[in-house]
C-alpha cells in the first residue's frame, strides 16, 4: 500500500488547518524510525505522528500519543528538543505532488511570561507545560513568522523534513543555512549520492520528468497508446507525476469500469483525462476498503474508493491512516525492541563498511610494490654493467635510482626483502577483506530477515543470532543472566521453519533466521528438493520437497513469492527468484549459518507473496 503524494497533499491540507501556528508542547521518539509532536493550537491538543518505516512510513494525526518512547536519548530527541520543542508550526508545505513535507519551525529564545499549571507535570526531558491563551500566544499562532522578522536575532528557525518514501523514507532536521542536523536514517556517500548527514546541505530527491495529472487532457492521455506500456494504469503511473498504482486503478475503473484496462485506440480519453483532474484536486473524500470476512482495512485513499469493495467514509484522512496503521503497526514492545535491533545492527554494518574500505585502501598501496620485484631483477641482470658511484641505471627506458655509497648487491636485496613483505601482507590483506565481506554478508541475511519478523520469537531468535555472531553487544552482565540467555537460547532453537502447503499438495519450507536457513538448506531439503532464493539479495531460504517428482510451475511460484516476501527486496512489485536443486548448494566454509553458494538453473520473476493458511 503506497503513502502516495496524493494522500500526503491530504494531510498537509488537514494540518493546515489544524496545527499551523501551533506550538509544540511535547516530543517523542516512539521507535528510531518515528517521531511523535504534541502540539497546542486553536485551544486543544493534536498529537502528530510521523513514520520513515520501509513499510509504513506515514505522516498525519493520531487520537493519543504514544506510550512510551526509545529507552536513551538519542542525537536526533536532543536536538529535537534544542530546535523544536518550544516552538511554532510556522509553515507547512508540500512541493507539487512529492513525497515531500516540510514543517518551518520558529523558535522564541527570549523570556516569555510563566505559564499557568496544567493537568500533567511538566517534563524537561520531553515536554513543557501549555501556554495560556493570551493575547501574545494568540498573535504568535496567527503568524509566527512575523514577529521573526521583526526581531530576527531572538529566533531560531528549523525545518522538519518527512519524506514518506517506503524504503528512502526519512524525517531530517535542518537547521539555518540548509544544513542538516540529524535525521532518523544516516545515509553515508557509500549507500547513494544523496547523503543525508549531519552538517552536509540538505538536498532535494532527484525530481521527476513527468506530467503535471492537474493538466490531463484527452489527447495526451490518447498519446500513451504509442509507449511501450501495455495497460492504461502502468501507463498512467510512468507518465503522471505523484499518480500511483492505486490513483490509476481509481481513474480505470470511474473512466472504463475497470481497473485493469489495457490500452487500445476505443478508450474514452476526456473521461479518463477528467477522472484524473478529478483525483488530483480537492475536495478530499477520505475513505478506507475493508475486508468482509474479516472487516480488517486493506486500503485508504483520499478519495472516494470505488475500486474495492467495502469502502467506508472517514471524517478525516488522518482518521482512515490511523485505522489503517493501527492493524498493521501498533507501536508496542517488541516492535519497538526490532527497531532497536536494526538501529544495533546499521552501526555494525557502519563499523565492518568501515573495516572493508580501509583494507581496500591498503589493498591498493599494496599493488604499488610490483616495480620493487623488477628492480631488484633488472640490477641482478645488469650487475656487472653498474660502475662505481652510479646512481642510476636506465632500462627499457626506466630510471631505476641507485645509491653510489652501497653495493648493486645490497640494493638489489633490499628490494627484494621490501617485496616480499608487502606481498606477505597483501595476502594477509586478502584473508582479512574476505572475512569482512562475509561477516556483511551474514549481517544484511540476518538484517534482512529481521524486516519481515512480526513475531516476538522471531525477533528474539534474529537477535540471539545476531549476538553470537557479534553484531550485536551481549546484554548478559553476570552468570545468573548468563543462564537466562542459554536457557532462552535453546527455547527458541526449537522453534522450527515455516512449514506451508502449495495448492498442488507439495510441502514448501521456508527458513526465518540464519540459523533456520541453514536447517532448511541441510537438514529439510534433500539433493532431488528444489531450493529458492532471491537473486543477490539476503533473504530466506526455501525448500520445496518434490519427493522425485516434477514440480508444477505454479508451486514455483508459489515457493518463490515466499523467497521474495522474506527477503530484503519485499517491497518491490516484482523479484527475481533462483531456483537450483538442492544439490547444487554449498555451505561457505568458516562462514554465519545460512550462507551458501549455489549454481542457479533458472531464474522467474515474481510478486512477493505472503504466507497462507
Not at 506510550?67 to 510556522?90: C, D, F, H, M, N
Not at 472487516?295 to 482518521?319: R, V
Not at 496503521?325 to 565492518?352: F, G, K, N, P, V
Request: one cysteine or more; proline letters at 7%; aromatic letters at 6%.
Amino acid at each position: 500500500m503506497y503513502f502516495d503524494a496524493l494522500t500526503l497533499a491530504a494531510v498537509a491540507d488537514e494540518l493546515r488547518t489544524t496545527i499551523l501556528g501551533g506550538r509544540i508542547q511535547r516530543v517523542l521518539l516512539p521507535t528510531n524510525l518515528s517521531i511523535y509532536l504534541e502540539v497546542y493550537a486553536q485551544r486543544r491538543r493534536y498529537h502528530l505522528i510521523a513514520s520513515a518505516h520501509p513499510q509504513f512510513a506515514r505522516v498525519h494525526l493520531s487520537t493519543a500519543r504514544p506510550s512510551r518512547g526509545v529507552e536513551q536519548a538519542t542525537p536526533l530527541l536532543l536536538l529535537l528538543r534544542k530546535y523544536v520543542l518550544g516552538g511554532r508550526i510556522a509553515k507547512i508545505e508540500q512541493p507539487t505532488l512529492e513525497r515531500l513535507l516540510f514543517l518551518s519551525i520558529v523558535k522564541d529564545l527570549g523570556p516569555r511570561n510563566q505559564a499557568a499549571p496544567t493537568d500533567e507535570p511538566a517534563n524537561p526531558a520531553e515536554g513543557l507545560p501549555e501556554l495560556a491563551e493570551d493575547a501574545e500566544n494568540a498573535a504568535d499562532e496567527a503568524d509566527p513568522l512575523a514577529r521573526v522578522a521583526a526581531d530576527p536575532e531572538r529566533f531560531v528557525c528549523s525545518e522538519l523534513v518527512i519524506e514518506p518514501m517506503e524504503r528512502r523514507s526519512n524525517i531530517i532536521l535542518v537547521g539555518d543555512g540548509n544544513v542538516v542536523l540529524e535525521s532518523v536514517k544516516r545515509v553515508t556517500p557509500r549507500m547513494s549520492q544523496r547523503v543525508i548527514l549531519p552538517n552536509h546541505p540538505y538536498e532535494l530527491p532527484p525530481a521527476q520528468d513527468k506530467r503535471d495529472p492537474r493538466n490531463a487532457t484527452g489527447p495526451g492521455i490518447a498519446a500513451l497508446i504509442s509507449t511501450s506500456e501495455k495497460t492504461l494504469v502502468k501507463a498512467l503511473v510512468a507518465a503522471y507525476q505523484g499518480v500511483s498504482p492505486q490513483v490509476a486503478r481509481e481513474v480505470a475503473q470511474r473512466a472504463v469500469g475497470n481497473p485493469q484496462a489495457r490500452l487500445h485506440d476505443d478508450l474514452p480519453w476526456d473521461s479518463i483525462a477528467a477522472c484524473l483532474r478529478a483525483l488530483s484536486t480537492n475536495p478530499w473524500e477520505p475513505s478506507l476498503a475493508c475486508s468482509g470476512d474479516t472487516g480488517q482495512p486493506h486500503a485508504y485513499a483520499p478519495y472516494w474508493l470505488t475500486q474495492l469493495p467495502g469502502a467506508q467514509p472517514q471524517t478525516s484522512i488522518s482518521a482512515a491512516l490511523e485505522t489503517y496503521y493501527a492493524a498493521r503497526e501498533q507501536i508496542t514492545d517488541h516492535r519497538q525492541r526490532r527497531d532497536a535491533i536494526e538501529q544495533q545492527l546499521e552501526t555494525s554494518r557502519e563499523r565492518l563498511q568501515h573495516q572493508l574500505a580501509q583494507i581496500m585502501r591498503e589493498l591498493e598501496r599494496t599493488t604499488d610494490v610490483e616495480y620493487l620485484r623488477w628492480e631488484g631483477e633488472m640490477i641482478f641482470a645488469f650487475l656487472h654493467g653498474i660502475a662505481p658511484g652510479q646512481t642510476s641505471l636506465d632500462v627499457e627506458g626506466k630510471a631505476i635510482a641507485l645509491d653510489p655509497g652501497r653495493s648493486s648487491v645490497e640494493q638489489a636485496q633490499e628490494r627484494f626483502n621490501t617485496y616480499t613483505r608487502a606481498r606477505s601482507g597483501r595476502e594477509t590483506l586478502q584473508t582479512r577483506r574476505q572475512q569482512t565481506e562475509v561477516q556483511l554478508a551474514g549481517l544484511e541475511q540476518i538484517a534482512a530477515l529481521l524486516t519481515v519478523a512480526t513475531e516476538r520469537e522471531q525477533i528474539d531468535q534474529l537477535a540471539l543470532e545476531a549476538a553470537e555472531q557479534g553484531y550485536l553487544p551481549s546484554t548478559a552482565q553476570n552468570e545468573r543472566q548468563k543462564k537466562q540467555q542459554a536457557v532462552a537460547r535453546k527455547r527458541l532453537a526449537r522453534r522450527k521453519p515455516l512449514h506451508l502447503v502449495s495448492s498442488d499438495g507439495y510441502d514448501i519450507y521456508v527458513g526465518r533466521s540464519a540459523a533456520q536457513n541453514a536447517e532448511v538448506t541441510f537438514k529439510v531439503g534433500r539433493p532431488d528438493d528444489l531450493w529458492l532464493h532471491v537473486r543477490a539479495i539476503p533473504g530466506a531460504h526455501v525448500i520445496i520437497r518434490s519427493g522425485g517428482r516434477e514440480v508444477p510451475e505454479q508451486t514455483v511460484r508459489e515457493a518463490a513469492g515466499l523467497a521474495a516476501y522474506f527477503s530484503k527486496a519485499h517491497t518491490e512489485a516484482m523479484v527475481d527468484v533462483e531456483i537450483s536443486h538442492r544439490r547444487h548448494v554449498r555451505k561457505i566454509p568458516g562462514a554465519a549459518p545460512g550462507l551458501v553458494t549455489y549454481r542457479a538453473e533458472r531464474t522467474i520473476r515474481v510478486p512477493p507473496l505472503p504466507p497462507w493458511g
